[in-house]
């Protein structure tokens, strides 16, 4: 299978294959032609006298001053070498492939004039892995992600960095080694290149790829949480989530019944005196359901955006281009901030059902250790899911609620939404780290359950764990047992179906 750009459809599966390696795409003859056809209608403005904005005029607030024939080429290098600001730590280098995948894709839709051959050297850096740096802060979300896009594409004029490995070295260095030569830019092809919101969508495909494992999983280690408190079974049964029928909630409260179908350790307590579990084992399905329906509608937003043609302004004809706003990142940034709130919810009810399984209640020992006194068990890992939560709470202000203007008034409202994508990442990678040792405690719970056994899956995922972390019999150092079950969850590793 070939992806074609822009023809065919991503979708974040695609978008991860392509920057991986495992999918091939490329450009055909029908995009060509598209692409081919819109860049005369840019030479034709570009050698006219209509003043059509940053085409062949200046750029923000300098939009009232026109740009000769001559002075045009200058001016697209110019607005990538004064944009790339960025300031921080680098993206990781996956977000930079993403980024160029997802550009390559939008200007192959025949809106945006930039030259064939441009196209074809970023598709040249994407195959052979010659990956820019792009620092991680200094974008505003309108117009566009303007720094974060500006470095990533420098290496076009052979100014920038590039990652040789885990090493960094100058883009013209790479480029003299390679045998490539820089490019110069032409009519429109800087804003081409800079205007849009490729970093706030990476950031957004990254996030909702290990969102989707995280949810799944996070159902399994509610699950085996249940097991090990031995709480009920019947909050999840159909009857009672046909009567209040959101998408997410039913698909959970389905997921929870099927990973604790066929249990010994759920009949045994079937008349047991309890009328109700804490909502953090009961209301699993509700929660849970809720952070599940903030994923659905962002993924269904960025499959939107990443199909989408985001730079400005969008060229229709030989005396129409378009000044619009598809570069603002809003529909994006708001979602993210939903999307982060969801995430963060995640991590909070698994903290709370960590705290219960210490309680030492229905057969359960004080900290789940037999030891007591002498032995603190597992009362401490339990402070680090509570400050992983707290950590989380405080990301999930909304950057999309912020807006200061910039460019002497004339980008007066921008999204922030590169912010959002940003912290929406940093709060999974916490969620990674409270669902692990959620998962370490459930192990440790169902240890007292025995010999009752438990569903299929929820078996296998508790010998994965205890071919990585074993029995807490007496106290132990446990910074190495939480890394190794953090590795657990960062791999991918269990069993969720």
Known sequence: MIFKYGIDKLTIDKV?????????????????EKVIACRKKVETIA??????YGINTGFGPLCDVQITPEETNKLQENLLITHAVGVGNPIDKQLSKIMMVCKVHALCQGYSGVRLELIERILLFIENDLIPVVPEQGSVGA??????????????????????????????????????????????????????TQFILAHTIAGLSKMEYLLDLADVAGAMSIEGYQGSFSPFKNELHKIRPFKGTIEVAERMFMLLYRSQNV????????????????????VHGA??????????????????????????????????????????AMALDYGSIAAAELGNISDRRCYLLLEGKFGLPRLLTTGGGLNSGFMIPQYTTAALVTENKSLCFPPSADSIPTSLGQEDHVSMGSISGRKF?????????????????AAQALEFRRPNTFSDIIEDNFK???????????DRALKADIDKMIALVKNQAFNLR
């Open 143 to 196: 117009s566009g992600d303007l720094a974060p896009l500006s470095h990533l594409f420098l290496p076009l004029l052979g100014e920038g960095e590039f990652w040789i490995g885990d090493n960094i070295q100058p883009a013209k260095t790479v480029l003299k080694e390679q045998d490539i030569k820089p490019i110069e830019l032409q009519a429109k092809e800087g804003l081409g290149l800079i205007n849009g």
């Open 47 to 52: 050698n006219g006298n209509k003043a059509v």
């Open 16 to 32: 991860l294959r392509i920057a991986n390696g495992s999918l091939k795409a490329k450009i055909t003859d029908e995009a060509k």
């Open 425 to 441: 990442n940093q709060i999974l990678e916490n969620l990674e780290k409270i669902l692990a040792i959620e998962l370490m405690y």
């Open 464 to 474: 994965i764990i205890r071919k990585q972390v074993p029995k807490l019999e007496e």
């Open 291 to 332: 952070s599940r329906n903030a994923y659905y509608h962002l993924k269904e937003l960025a499959e939107i955006e990443m199909n989408s043609v985001t730079d400005n302004p969008i060229v229709l004809s030989e005396t129409e281009a378009i000044s619009g706003g598809n570069f603002h990142g809003q529909p994006l």
């Open 267 to 286: 009949v045994a307590h079937e008349n047991c005196e309890r009328v109700q579990d804490p909502y953090s084992m009961r209301c699993i399905p509700q």
